[in-house]
């Protein structure tokens, strides 16, 4: 299983939310690498001293780039679910059937995950 994040959980990281914490170390201890991608990063990073838990977080993630495959993918997907938010699509994209996503906005991620056809988990940041 993968941890998927999203921005909320980015968020949680940077308010050093015991809960957050303990989903990522509980990842990385049984092996796995939680992922995320530059669009998420972009909507949540400032660069402030502020944000040196987030940047410690962030250490321990593999932070996959929004590239022309994954923008086109998540488009596609956009158009089947009838949504407007191509982050949150580049996010379910980078799922698979049995990971988890820790996300601030259920209700979108929901929708996008039925109409991409993956079986993940959503939990709230």
């Known amino acids: 299983m993968t941890l998927v994040l999203d921005s909320g959980a980015l968020v949680a990281l940077e308010r050093n939310e015991r809960q957050m914490w303990v989903r990522l170390k509980a990842a990385q201890l049984d092996g796995d690498?939680?992922?995320?991608?530059?669009?998420v990063l972009g909507q949540v990073w400032r660069g402030s001293p502020s944000q040196a838990r987030l940047s410690q977080a962030l250490g321990g993630m593999d932070v996959r780039p929004l590239d022309e495959s994954l923008g086109r993918a998540?488009?596609?997907?956009?158009?089947?679910?009838?949504?407007?938010?191509?982050?949150?699509?580049?996010?379910?994209?980078?799922?698979?059937?049995?990971?988890?996503?820790?996300?601030?906005?259920?209700?979108?991620?929901?929708?996008?995950?039925?109409?991409?056809?993956?079986?993940v988990e959503l939990v709230h940041a």
């Open 33 to 39: 690498v939680p992922v995320t991608h530059a669009g």
């Open 74 to 119: 998540a488009g596609k997907l956009l158009g089947v679910a009838g949504l407007p938010d191509v982050v949150d699509a580049a996010v379910v994209l980078l799922a698979t059937d049995g990971d988890e996503i820790v996300t601030g906005d259920l209700e979108d991620l929901e929708q996008l995950a039925a109409a991409s056809g993956r079986h």
